[in-house]
C-alpha cells in the first residue's frame, strides 16, 4: 500500500521554528515530484512548496520564501520542511503528496497518495 507518513508537528510560539518529515511507504521517492501542502480550519488546502527528486527544482508559495526550506532524502524515502519565523497565520494541518506531474507546481489537484497530516499550531 503506498502511503505517507507525516510527523514533526506540534506548538510554538511566533518566531519558533520546526522541521516536519514526511516518509513515504511503500514506494520509491527515487523519482518524482513531491509537495507539502497545508490546511487552515474553514479553508481550502493549499500549496506550501514542491520539490523535484533531485532537489534542484524547487517551488514556494509566495506566504513561505524566505522561512521555509524544503529537502529530501532519497535513501531515507522521507522529505522535510524546515519552518523557520514561524507566523500564527502558518497554523494549519500539514500535508505530503506525491504529484502526477514531472515538474514542480503546488496545484493540489494534481497530487495523490496524501499522508494524514500533522498539526502545527503557531500562537502566543
Known amino acids: 500500500q503506498y502511503q505517507f507518513v507525516e510527523s514533526g508537528g506540534g506548538a510554538v510560539q511566533p518566531g519558533g521554528s520546526l522541521r516536519l518529515s514526511c516518509r513515504a511507504s511503500?514506494?520509491?521517492?527515487?523519482?518524482?515530484?513531491t509537495g507539502w501542502f497545508r490546511q487552515a480550519p474553514g479553508k481550502e488546502r493549499e500549496g506550501v512548496s514542491s520539490?523535484?527528486?533531485?532537489?534542484?527544482?524547487?517551488q514556494y508559495a509566495d506566504s513561505v520564501k524566505g522561512r521555509f526550506s524544503v529537502s529530501r532524502d532519497n535513501a531515507q524515502h522521507t522529505m522535510y520542511l524546515q519552518m523557520n519565523n514561524l507566523k500564527p497565520e502558518d497554523t494549519g494541518v500539514y500535508y505530503c503528496?506525491?504529484?502526477?506531474?514531472?515538474?514542480?507546481?503546488?496545484?493540489?489537484?494534481?497530487?495523490?497518495?496524501w499522508g494524514q497530516g500533522t498539526q502545527v499550531t503557531v500562537g502566543a
Open positions: 503528496a506525491r504529484a502526477r506531474t514531472d515538474y514542480v507546481q503546488l496545484d493540489v489537484t494534481r497530487y495523490d497518495f
Open positions: 520539490i523535484d527528486s533531485s532537489g534542484s527544482s524547487i
Open positions: 511503500g514506494f520509491s521517492l527515487i523519482n518524482g515530484i
